[in-house]
């Protein structure tokens, strides 16, 4: 089941958040960035202004769940996949002066290749397509070739004009009817 995220699950999504990061991250950066008490609490406020600012349409007035903006003209969601009353994945977007970015997807591990990552991606596209969302931008990290290989699968692209942002692939995804 695909669910609006709601405040009792940012525990558990910032733990799912910390073993799908700690996937590709490891080895490659160090642990404290993506690992440890202090990155989960960080990553845990994170997800809090994320679900609060969340409407859950992918467009709308600028102002989440909270009736407040993370800025101007900002609107977002954040989806949870459940089953059996476990957190499986979640996905977040962003709306900012007008550019969409699907800014997080992640699929708990032990959950992989079960079409929870399909499902939160066709529930990201279905509140695009609702607001009116003609195309939509992310950053996946370079060695996450997982990602990588989902989001061609899915019909992203990477960007021709400005194909890096430091270590990660911009890529943009043409939302259509």
């Known amino acids: 089941m695909i669910r609006t995220a709601l405040p009792a699950d940012l525990d558990a999504i910032a733990a799912l ?9 490891r080895d490659r950066i160090p642990e404290n960035a993506y690992a440890g008490e202090d990155e989960l609490a960080r990553s845990r406020e994170g997800w809090s202004h994320a679900v609060a600012r969340s409407d ?17 003209g900002e609107t977002g969601g954040v989806l949870c996949a459940e089953q059996d009353g476990e ?42 397509r609702r607001a009116g969302v003609p195309r939509v931008r992310l950053e996946v990290y370079e060695h996450n070739l997982r990602a990588q290989a989902f989001y061609a699968a899915h019909g992203w692209r990477p960007d021709p004009l400005a194909p890096r942002a430091g270590s990660h692939h911009v890529l943009w995804l043409t939302v259509g009817e």
């Open 17 to 25: 958040h910390s073993r799908a990061r700690a996937t590709y991250y």
């Open 56 to 72: 859950g349409s992918g467009g709308g007035d600028g102002k989440g769940a909270s009736g407040t903006s993370g800025g101007a």
């Open 87 to 128: 957190l499986t994945g979640v996905a977040a977007f962003r709306t900012v002066a007008g550019e969409t970015t699907l800014t997080q997807l992640h699929v708990d591990p032990a959950h992989w290749r079960r079409g929870t990552g399909t499902a939160l991606h066709a529930a990201c596209l279905e509140r695009w």
